[in-house]
Structure formats: C-alpha cells, structure tokens
C-alpha cells in the first residue's frame, strides 16, 4: 500500500506571495491532517479534513486555510507569507477520532526569504 | 488541555548502549500513545504505539510499556546503533475527548557515536 504522499518536496517564496502543497493520503484513508514544524514551536496542528468537510483547526491565522477534494486528496494554502511560515509542513492519514493511527507524509519543506 | 512532556536532548551514546527517553503525559481521558521517530531530512515516522494501559508497544527493538499509574510512557532500547541516530517524539491522542489532533511532545535528539 502507498504511503501519504506531499507535493512538492521543497519551496523557496518570498514574503507576500502565496503558496499551495499537496497531501495524497494512503488509499482508503479519508481523513487528513496538517501539522506545522519549526525548530521554535514543534509540532503544531493546523487543521483536519473528513469527507471534504473541516472537522477541528488549530490557532492559526486565517492565512492559512485548506480544502479536501472527493478523492480525499488535500491542498493547504497559506497567503500573504511572512518569514516565520518557513517550516516544514507535514501532512498525515488517518482519522484519530475513529482509533486510527495516524501516518505522515516526508513533509513539504517551505523557505520564505 | 493535554500535554506531553518529554526529557530534553540532545542525548548522546555510543553504540551498543542502554537507551531511555522519558515521557510523561497528561490527558483528561483515556489517551492511546505513540512514539515516531524522525530521521534527518524527513518527516515521521510510528515507531509503536499502546492504546491502554499496561500496553507495551514494540518495534525494531524500541519498546515502551503505557503506564497509567504514573502517566508515563518511556522509550527504551538495550542496545543502540548508529542507525539510531534521530529525533523522537512522544506523542498522544485521545479520541474519545472528540475530534483532538495529536499533541506531540518537543522531541528529544538521539546521536548514536561508534
């Protein structure tokens, strides 16, 4: 079985432009989540999708925001970027609420310059 | 809101010795807890898992027993290899508190020297 799958692997952006990634989770899995890590502040949570819907979201700026699509696959755009969104952006499958566990994606790493 | 709290790194050992990581929680409910590990340059990994309490959790020669009691979780190893060399996190969540996200711990370095 595939693991989760994040696209593109590295970002180089400068402050004040956009920026989409991409998260495939592992087939059969409908839920996916994003976390955010940065040597300061860890591994902080973004926000989960479930059947295209948000279910919960973290104390993010509106900045930040995502979408799931009917294959489950996931998008998280941040707009506006500032130099503190440079971080490794990682995204996992698995529904914790259901008693899954979840499995993570090798990340996007994103430099805002 | 729950917590994990982990020992602080970077923790250094030559090869072959006995490795413990503590990890100590705090949940309101009945949390399931997880171990990944991180290796240079990539994202994590799940190391192992316990969903109750005296669950022990085993995997590549890692384990850790899920002790309710004194709300604990520690990572432990006999022997260590270079190959060990990684970032490791302790981790919880909690699913019957509603739709929680995992709640990491800050990670603890691991350098394995030979």
């Known amino acids: 079985k595939a693991g989760v799958t994040q696209t593109p692997r590295y970002l180089i952006k400068t402050r004040g432009q956009q920026v989409t990634l991409s998260c495939s989770p592992i087939?059969?899995?409908?839920?996916v989540s994003w976390y955010q890590q940065t040597p300061g502040q860890g591994l902080q949570f973004l926000f989960e999708y479930f059947s295209e819907t948000q279910r919960n979201k973290g104390n993010f700026p509106g900045r930040f925001s995502g979408r799931q699509f009917s294959n489950s696959r996931s998008e998280m755009n941040v707009s506006t970027l500032e130099l503190g969104d440079s971080a490794l952006y990682l995204c996992?499958?698995?529904?914790?609420?259901?008693?899954?566990?979840?499995?993570f994606g090798p990340g996007t790493r994103l430099l805002v310059l | 809101g729950d917590s994990v709290t982990q020992m602080e790194g970077p923790v250094t050992l030559s090869e072959e010795a006995c490795l413990t990581i503590?990890?100590?929680?705090?949940?309101?409910?009945?949390?399931?807890l997880f171990w990944y590990v991180q290796y240079p340059g990539e994202g994590l990994q799940l190391l192992l898992k316990a969903t109750k309490a005296d669950d022990k959790g085993s995997n590549k020669g890692f384990e850790a027993t899920y002790r309710k009691e004194t709300t604990s979780f520690h990572l432990e190893k006999g022997s260590v290899q270079v190959s060990d060399s990684a970032v490791y996190f302790c981790?919880?969540?909690?699913?019957?508190?509603?739709?929680?996200?995992?709640?990491f711990g800050k990670g603890t370095r691991l350098s394995v020297i030979a």
């Open positions: 996992a499958s698995g529904r914790l609420a259901e008693g899954e566990t979840q499995y």
């Open positions: 503590n990890c100590t929680y705090t949940a309101t409910g009945y949390p399931s």
């Open positions: 087939s059969g899995h409908r839920s």
């Open positions: 981790a919880l969540s909690d699913p019957l508190a509603g739709n929680t996200p995992l709640v």
